[in-house]
């Protein structure tokens, strides 16, 4: 059973005259519980497929199925519904609300669900201790370093227990010190709360926290790696080899 | 692309997201020239002539020209601030400073005078309208005719010319002083970060609280206790008005982020959507342009106070009249009346004479009043107060020892602290004469001139009034008063009376004959002519007002824009947005709204009898028409922001 399937899915921008075909007919499966990253070079398309996965964009043509339901047919307000319950994001630019504290950023989501106050509470508990952000929740977004804010972005995304999460080149604008707790964190959730997770990303290291790699190359699936029972620091090698091959260029590493 | 593309693409632009300001431009240009064409056409000496509005228009047209001129500066430094990036641009790609200052100043330029025209053509057309309002609420008799007057014209091309030039001496500096790095940040330091709350705002805030209340209380108090008499009121009004300022200066700087604070303190954390768009932005937002509020609040309760006192005078001018004309027509020479009856008989018209024997007598009114300072003359313990008889009024008698008193005013036993009912003791030549009464009617039965200042008048009995006639020897008058009986001939009546007495009516203060219906008329004008002014320069600050507050949630909107996308992508529908968003117009334009409603309120009610006899009715209109008009902005920036919301995603 997958959670995701994509069938066939075509993206296009613009008019009649002048059509940009961004997607081109991509099939992808993504399994319960799995950590993907998508990779790809500039201009790939890999964050046009993250907003179409994630109900953000529409499609053209072909279906999207998360846990069974066809989200490509959903009219806007079931889309903005099944976000709401079922969605988790993360953003490169965090996208808190900066009037709001940590914890009612983090909070956010919950309040149109019917969870009890009590057991929202306790969620929060538990969400930002194991994120290391429970000190915080009465500071505002910009008294905060970078890497605390994407935290509270991630524990944002999973309070309400979605079955997916969405992440937008997480640690693009942290630190590599920062970007690799955060990622270490990501993993540890995704173990312990068995939430998918399909992150885009351009950086090799943060795609090896994975257990899978898919490299899309002109809005077409171009290959992808599996983790497997490999190192991270061998995945990592791996990575960069197929990085090379697929964008053509010297690594910057 | 040339410079003149570049100005008609941005004008293009421009003309869709500022059509408000052009509105604005074109409204207060149309109103200027219109006030303006009034004062220098001759059509209108006829309601200058009878109430000496020339002053009035004048004061009028200065405060109508610096509303006008605050408002388009204040409307050219938001849009300076709001295109500063676009500036910036210019400038990046190599334009000179001096090129992008003259192709804003073009484009600005063809905004500016191409609404002046168009108000101008307008305001010719609606001042004909106007002048008709105009004659209506001052009762003249006249037919509206109006021509076009080049001084008129004159007069508002060279005034405009000059806030014109003032705008784009603004726009000179602002540019001469900006950085093309800082041009790219400005919009940002307008508004103050996201801070924590300190102990400082708190206090601050308590502070505002406690001094807007403090404003009320003094001002529930200011004719009701010793004030007048210890010649305080002065002061007192200033501490009222400082308390009030001041504490809405407080309110906006520290109360609305404290009381919401303690909303979501209460909330630990769960905010729903709504008050995530509405709450927790509007603490921030009302702090930072604390002092943009608090002058649209006070000068909003202004407006509405002057409207409802002017209205309110407007509204009982007939009741106002009774206290110098209680009957029909008045005379003070027998003679007069004598020659008025004989006309009306003549022509057959039925009439009642009130002749009233009016008794000025010495009393004591320590027991009635303990506010006796205002109404003595001299240090002696006894006020003349006027007596008559309830047989020259033609009531049945009362008992020995009763009175009653007549002819109150309002104004002044709020000022005197007058009772209900009390003794009042007479002084005759060698004995004194006491009598309670118990009621303090508000009908006047002689008119002021004959009731001793505006004391109110004795009604005594019969016997009592021949004693105090025989052992008092007071001063005597006879009042002179004159009712048509049938009401429909009353119109004629009076243009008898005018055709007959033309001569010595004229004159306002003692008149020797006196007509209600042309008294009210008169009343009507002077304070017609007032509440005219008053209602145009309120309408002119209702709009200009409410365009500033649009233009800053047009602001808002945008820098608010990334939030809603977030927010949408996480799943929350347009519908939980926009209902957000009314929340927060709802506070946005309800608070100010409400607490010059509030503030004019407290100010009308410590003053409104001097004004006239009621308060309640005229009062509303004018609140219900203000909020009426002003709910329009609110709306139009809920239909902006509701575009905004729609593009977010």
Same mark, same amino acid.
Request: charged residues 20%.
């Given at each position: 059973m997958f959670i995701l399937e994509a069938k066939n899915i075509r993206k296009s921008y613009g008019s009649k005259l002048n059509k940009q075909e961004v997607i081109k007919g991509l099939d992808l499966q993504l399994e319960a519980g799995e950590f993907v990253s998508i990779m790809g070079a500039s201009g790939s398309g890999k964050t046009t497929l993250l907003n179409v996965l994630s109900s953000i964009d529409s499609i053209n043509s072909g279906t999207i199925m998360i846990e069974g339901k066809e989200v490509s047919a959903m009219k806007e307000k079931q889309l903005a519904q099944f976000r709401k319950h079922h969605l988790g994001f993360i953003f490169q630019e965090y996208h808190l609300l900066d009037t709001l504290t940590v914890k009612e950023n983090i909070m956010l989501p919950l309040t149109v669900t019917k969870v009890p106050r009590n057991e929202a509470e306790a969620r929060f508990k538990s969400m930002t201790e194991e994120l290391g952000i429970y000190e915080l929740k009465d500071k505002y977004p910009n008294e905060i370093s970078g890497g605390q804010k994407q935290r509270t972005s991630a524990a944002r995304a999973f309070i309400h227990n979605p079955s997916m999460i969405f992440a937008d080149e997480p640690t693009g604008a942290l630190d590599s010190k920062s970007a690799s707790d955060l990622l270490q964190k990501l993993t540890d959730l995704n173990r312990s709360r068995q939430t998918t997770i399909a992150m885009v990303t351009h950086d090799p290291v943060a795609a090896s926290y994975?257990?899978?790699v898919i490299f899309i190359k002109d809005g077409q699936l171009y290959t992808q790696l599996y983790k497997g029972t490999q190192t991270q620091q061998a995945f990592f090698q791996d990575v960069m080899k197929t990085q090379a091959v697929l964008g053509g260029v010297p690594n910057e590493y | 692309m040339s410079i003149k593309t570049l100005i008609l693409r941005s004008l293009k632009k421009n003309l869709t997201n500022y059509y408000l300001y052009v509105f604005a431009l074109v409204f207060s240009s149309a109103l200027y020239f219109s006030f303006v064409t009034l004062r220098y056409d001759s059509s209108m000496n006829k309601v200058q002539a009878s109430v000496k509005g020339e002053a009035g228009f004048s004061a009028a047209s200065i405060l109508l020209l610096v509303i006008v001129s605050v408002f388009l500066l204040y409307a050219n430094q938001l849009f300076m601030k709001r295109r500063s990036k676009e500036i910036g641009l210019y400038q990046l790609v190599g334009m000179t400073k001096f090129k992008v200052f003259r192709l804003l100043s073009i484009e600005s330029m063809l905004i500016y005078f191409?609404? &002046? +025209?168009?108000? %101008?053509?307008?305001?010719?057309? /609606?001042s004909r309208l106007i002048v008709m309002l105009l004659f209506k609420i001052t009762n003249v008799q006249a037919v509206a005719t109006l021509h076009f007057s080049p001084e008129a014209l004159l007069q508002t091309l060279l005034v405009f010319l000059v806030i014109f030039v003032l705008m784009l001496l603004v726009n000179y500096f602002f540019m001469k002083r900006q950085s093309i790095l800082s041009l790219f940040r400005v919009v940002? +330091? +307008?508004?103050? /970060?996201?801070?924590?709350?300190? %102990?400082?705002?708190?206090?601050?805030?308590?502070?505002g609280l406690c001094l807007i209340i403090l404003g009320y209380y003094l001002s529930s108090r200011l004719f009701s206790t010793d004030t007048v008499a210890t010649n305080a009121l002065l002061g007192m009004m200033v501490a009222i008005l400082a308390s009030v300022i001041i504490g809405t200066y407080f309110f906006y700087k520290g109360s609305i982020s404290f009381l919401f604070n303690l909303i979501r303190k209460k909330k630990n954390g769960f905010l729903s959507v709504q008050s995530v768009l509405s709450l927790s932005t509007l603490m921030f937002r009302m702090k930072a342009n604390s002092f943009l509020l608090t002058v649209i609040t006070t000068i909003s309760a202004l407006a509405i106070g002057l409207l409802s006192l002017s209205y309110i005078s407007y509204y009982s001018a007939e009741k106002a009249s009774e206290q110098f004309v209680p009957n029909d027509f008045t005379f003070s020479h027998k003679k007069d009346l004598a020659s008025y009856e004989k006309t009306l008989s003549d022509h057959g018209i039925p009439f009642e004479e009130h002749r009233i024997k009016v008794l000025s007598v010495p009393a004591d009114l320590s027991d009635v009043s303990d506010r006796p300072l205002i109404f003595a003359s001299s240090n002696s313990k006894y006020t003349p107060i006027s007596v008559i008889s309830t047989k020259s009024i033609n009531e049945p008698p009362l008992k020995k020892n009763e009175m009653y008193l007549t002819g109150a005013n309002d104004s002044f036993l709020r000022l005197t602290n007058f009772k209900e009912s009390g003794t009042i003791t007479f002084k005759l030549k060698k004995e004194s004469l006491k009598r309670t009464f118990t009621e303090l009617k508000h009908h006047y039965v002689v008119s002021i001139k004959y009731s001793n200042g505006s004391l109110p008048v004795a009604v005594v009995d019969h016997a009592t009034f021949q004693l105090l006639e025989k052992e008092g020897k007071p001063t005597q008058s006879i009042y002179n008063g004159l009712d048509i009986k049938d009401n429909t001939k009353l119109e004629a009546a009076n243009d008898y009376f005018i055709h007959q007495f033309k001569p010595v009516a004229s004159n306002n203060l003692s008149p020797r004959v006196a007509s209600r219906i042309e008294d009210v008329k008169q009343q009507r004008g002077m304070i017609g002519l007032a509440m005219f002014i008053v209602g145009f320069l309120g309408l002119t600050f209702l709009i200009t007002s409410g365009c500033i507050l649009y233009f800053k949630q047009m602001g808002e909107s945008e820098e608010e824009q990334p939030n809603y996308t977030v927010l949408r992508k996480l799943g929350f529908t347009r519908d939980d947005l926009l209902k957000g968003i009314m929340f927060k117009q709802l506070f946005n334009f309800g608070i100010p709204l409400f607490l010059g409603l509030s503030h004019s309120y407290f100010a009308v009610k410590s003053g409104w009898f001097f004004f006239g006899v009621s308060l309640w009715t005229p009062t509303l209109i004018v609140m219900g028409i203000y909020t009426m008009l002003y709910s329009i902005f609110a709306i139009l920036s809920t239909l902006y922001?509701?575009?905004?919301?729609?593009?977010? &995603?």
């Open positions: 994975c257990s899978r | 191409g609404s &002046l +025209t168009i108000g %101008v053509i307008l305001g010719f057309f /609606s940002s +330091t +307008t508004e103050a /970060s996201v801070k924590k709350q300190s %102990v400082l705002e708190l206090i601050i805030g308590i502070a922001y509701k575009k905004i919301i729609n593009d977010s &995603l």
